[in-house]
């Protein structure tokens, strides 16, 4: 019976290199390296259930019949997941041959980090030389109205559309990094958002893997010290007056008066996520597979070697700044 977990387990393991949801390696960002953790504080305890329990709460997020507040996340998670993967890690985390799956689970971790540590740059083709040329409209003297904007076709015809765009980005945890726009600029989001919009303060589930305590584990790209920092003026009202970083502001006219040697405001580093920045896709956008209009000149400055995946912008914060 252990050889038969044991080969359930490694089959179970290995078929699901590229997906999030088939490996237990791709579950302890969230769950933990034994399942000893509630996911995003919300989840019940893994390692408390039965198998039978994990293999019908797996079933249910599949068909939709099962889960509360994580329900949104994990249909997308086990939506590719066979019956015999379920079953099998199941057993992997409540079998016999649990031992052994957590020594594969952890080397599976260690194999999905490398996976995506590779950054595509998807600017690539759009800024490709030759491509450039052709569309240097500026040199050319005769310029056809079936390359002029964005339309590409004769200004006469009526049944223009939209280009096809698809996001059937890979699942969290299978997908390479996209190369940033420029230093600092906010990264794109390289994965599949099925089930993690819309974002509330209240239920934020990129946090499972981008908060730095996991990021590392699972390959994410770790949420920088600048989004746990307050940029923002203390500002209160105090005797009918309004008094910012404690100069008074005043009120004049039924409108808000400004200070013009308040430069920027005191920081005041966090221990934890600043909510003036709890909404992660106010900034951060998931890209879309679809053919550009127009070619890209924009060439970023000081986008070498580290900067192409992280950030600096909370030393940069006062740049410019006297």
């Known amino acids: 019976m252990t050889k038969v977990i044991k080969v359930m387990t490694l089959s179970s393991l290995l078929t699901a290199s590229a997906l999030y949801g088939a490996s237990t390696a791709a579950c302890v960002g969230c769950h933990g390296q034994h399942f000893e953790k509630a996911a995003m504080g919300k989840s019940k305890i893994v390692k408390d259930m039965s198998k039978e329990d994990i293999v019908k709460a797996l079933k249910g997020y599949k068909d939709g019949s099962y889960g509360g507040a994580m329900k949104g996340i994990m249909k997308g998670q086990v939506a590719s997941l066979s019956d015999a993967d379920i079953d099998s890690i199941a057993a992997s985390i409540k079998g016999v041959g649990a031992k052994e799956s957590s020594k594969l689970a952890k080397k599976e971790e260690v194999e999905a980090v490398k996976a995506v540590e590779k950054v595509v740059d998807i600017n690539a083709k759009v800024a490709d030389k030759a491509r450039l040329e052709k569309e240097d409209l500026g040199n050319k003297k005769v310029v056809d109205e079936t390359v002029l904007g964005l339309r590409k076709t004769s200004l006469f015809k009526e049944d223009v559309k939209p280009n096809d765009s698809k996001f059937d980005r890979p699942a969290p945890g299978a997908a390479p990094k996209f190369e940033r ?107 879309a597979n679809v053919e550009t209009a127009v070619g890209n000149t924009f060439k970023p400055d000081g986008l070498t070697g580290k900067f192409k995946t992280h950030s600096d912008l909370v030393d940069m914060m006062n740049d410019g700044v006297k």
């Open 181 to 287: 726009a420029y230093v600092n600029a906010p990264p794109m989001i390289p994965h599949s958002v099925e089930g993690l919009l819309p974002i509330t303060k209240d239920n934020n589930q990129c946090l499972g893997c981008h908060m730095p305590d996991v990021a590392k584990s699972v390959g994410a790209t770790p949420i920088p010290p600048s989004h746990f920092t307050n940029y923002r003026p203390t500002t209160v009202l105090k005797d009918g007056e309004l008094v910012k970083e404690g100069k008074k502001v005043g009120i004049q006219k039924g409108d808000i008066g400004n200070v013009g040697d308040i430069k920027l405001a005191k920081v005041k580093k966090l221990n934890h996520l600043y909510q003036g920045r709890f909404n992660c896709s106010q900034c951060h956008a998931p890209q």
